[in-house]
């Protein structure tokens, strides 16, 4: 168990909706990171938070908005959902904002969207 | 644009065989090189790099980086079934961990 926490671990929903997806860090740990891992691509970085600010943006579609809270749990919210959308959120968080760190990654949410 | 790339793709071997793990990187504001082997879920952590030429080891898998050449090597020695994964290399750049596509290991008996 890495400690860190994401909910749900799988989510069906149809096209056209909005979802969130939550993740509650390692105890310590300031810094949040997004990845989307689809069939077909590797882990793609989506989006960083350090102690409540956006540190890093990768490829983030605008369709897709995500915040980190006082209690460093943070949220992916992923709107006017399409099938491509389907794929394995996961959510990974370390100490430090870009210092050399290990980052530990949650078990993952499954979208699926039809 | 920072780059990650991990050959081979894939690889297939029989048990007790060795194999070798590329990761090549340009990353701007280069802070380390992480490994991770992912299985069914979750990436889980294997070795931090942040010094050339200094080998990290545990167990059968070993791995060290070139930061003058810019990349690393993951060594998997006497290869075990429980071996079979996707091994992802990542670069932590200044506030960003990107990571690569991931070489798929498929060790069989």
């Known amino acids: 168990d890495s400690g860190v926490t994401q909910t749900p671990k799988h989510l069906i929903t149809a096209t056209g909706q909005r979802v969130t997806l939550r993740c509650s860090p390692r105890?310590?740990?300031?810094?949040v990171y997004w990845y989307q891992q689809s069939l077909d691509q590797g882990l793609q970085f989506l989006i960083q938070?350090?102690?409540?600010?956006?540190?890093a943006k990768g490829n983030i579609l605008e369709r897709f908005s995500a915040q980190q809270f006082p209690d460093l749990h943070s949220e992916l919210n992923l709107s006017s959902l399409e099938l491509g959308d389907s794929a394995l959120y996961f959510c990974?968080?370390?100490?430090?904002?870009?210092?050399?760190?290990?980052?530990?990654f949650g078990q993952g949410t499954r979208l699926t969207v039809v | 644009e920072d780059k990650v790339v991990q050959s081979p793709l894939s690889l297939v071997v029989h048990e007790g065989d060795t194999v070798t793990l590329n990761c090549s990187y340009e990353?701007?504001?280069?802070?380390?090189l992480l490994w991770y082997k992912q299985e069914k879920k979750a990436p889980t952590f294997l070795f931090m790099l942040?010094?050339?030429?200094i080998e990290k080891k545990s167990g059968r898998l070993s791995s060290i980086l070139d930061k003058k050449e810019l990349f690393s090597i993951l060594n998997i020695t006497a290869t075990q079934t429980g071996d079979s994964a996707i091994y992802l290399c990542?670069?932590?750049?200044?506030?960003?961990?990107?990571f690569g596509a991931g070489t798929q290991v498929v060790v069989t008996p």
């Open positions: 990974a968080s370390s100490v430090a904002g870009g210092a050399p760190t290990e980052a530990f």
């Open positions: 105890s310590g740990d300031l810094s």
């Open positions: 938070y350090y102690n409540g600010e956006e540190r």
């Open positions: 990353v701007t504001n280069f802070r380390s």
């Open positions: 942040t010094s050339s030429g």
């Open positions: 990542a670069v932590v750049g200044w506030g960003k961990l990107q």
